[in-house]
């Protein structure tokens, strides 16, 4: 059974850090990546990363502050989010495409985690 089960959320004041992960099982997976959902508004892309070649692609939104990684061995992806702002307030959640395509559609992605909450207070 394919599964993708995201954690490392929490609430967190403005400029402090957390990393998120996502640990895949039952298959591998070519490409990995992080979207969020905040209230009121739609899934959006953050970035994405091949776990062959450690090849990355982010949103412009999430480039700068936000670091996605990959441990293959461990079939754990991350996101290191730094400098966080209120509005990064969200739902955070796990995707998977056997493709190796890195994809910015979330319709791209076969596989989803349930989420995990981020909440940033000012």
């Known amino acids: 059974q394919v599964q993708l089960v995201e954690s490392g959320g929490g609430s967190v004041q403005a400029g402090r850090s957390l990393r998120l992960s996502c640990v895949a099982s039952?298959?591998?997976?070519?490409?990995m990546g992080w979207f969020r959902q905040a209230p009121g508004k739609e899934r959006e892309f953050i970035a994405a990363?091949?776990?062959?070649?450690?090849?990355?692609y982010y949103a412009d939104s999430g480039e700068g502050r936000f670091t996605i990684s990959i441990d293959s061995a461990k079939s754990t992806m991350y996101l290191q989010m730094n400098s966080l702002k209120p509005e990064d307030t969200a739902v955070y959640y796990c995707?998977?495409?056997?493709?190796?395509?890195?994809?910015?559609?979330?319709?791209?992605?076969?596989?989803w985690g349930q989420g995990t909450q981020v909440t940033v207070s000012s």
């Open positions: 990363i091949s776990s062959a070649t450690g090849g990355t």
């Open positions: 039952g298959r591998a997976f070519s490409v």
């Open positions: 995707a998977a495409r056997s493709d190796n395509v890195l994809h910015y559609l979330e319709s791209q992605y076969k596989y």
